[in-house]
């Protein structure tokens, strides 16, 4: 690496080694989250996303589309997607709530309950526990400079989907 290549600094090692902690930093953090939903796959046979909304609906109970996109952090079309497949293939029913028939709720089935049994725990949930553990101002400051990485690289008004949520990109698996 260049001098130029790394910008001015009177101490171009210093900075190729904080580049490169950084840069190991996001390669570790992508690589345990693609192992945990590389393991919830093999597991239960769905996605992530799909065993994140399912264990939310178990720890909550009915919730409508806004509500569970509010429960997952995300928004209501990428809520939406999820329990699309979800539903298809019978871990959970979408129906007209019988006090307020303009609102759909979502529940899961007895088959879904089961599934989460022996299921292990989302990447979502660990990803977010984490984060939970920091201390508000590292939170705040983690926000704030991954915020600052992603206009960098021109992805600030990318989608946020659900985390390993693919539409359409796995073929579909047959419950067991």
């Not at 190991?24 to 989250?33: F, H, K, M, T």
């Not at 590389?38 to 806004?66: E, H, I, K, N, P």
């Amino acid at each position: 690496m260049t001098r130029a290549s790394l910008g001015a600094s009177s101490r171009p090692s210093s900075r190729a080694a904080e580049l490169s902690a950084a840069v190991d930093a996001v390669r570790r953090l992508i690589r345990g989250l693609r192992l945990a939903e590389q393991r919830t796959r093999a597991a239960t046979g769905m996605s992530a996303a799909q065993l994140f909304v399912l264990a939310q609906l178990r720890d909550t109970g009915d919730l409508s589309l806004t509500e569970l996109a509010d429960r997952t952090l995300t928004d209501r079309t990428s809520a939406s997607a999820v329990v699309e497949r979800l539903v298809r293939d019978g871990w959970v029913r979408s129906e007209r709530d019988a006090r307020d028939r303009r609102r759909t709720v979502v529940r899961i089935t007895s088959t879904g309950r089961r599934r989460l049994a022996t299921a292990p725990e989302p990447p979502t949930v660990q990803l977010i526990a984490a984060l939970r553990r920091l201390e508000p101002a590292q939170r705040r400051g983690l926000t704030r400079h991954l915020v600052a990485l992603l206009r960098a690289m021109g992805l600030a008004d990318a989608p946020a989907t659900m985390l390993f949520e693919e539409r359409g990109s796995r073929p579909r698996r047959t419950r067991a």
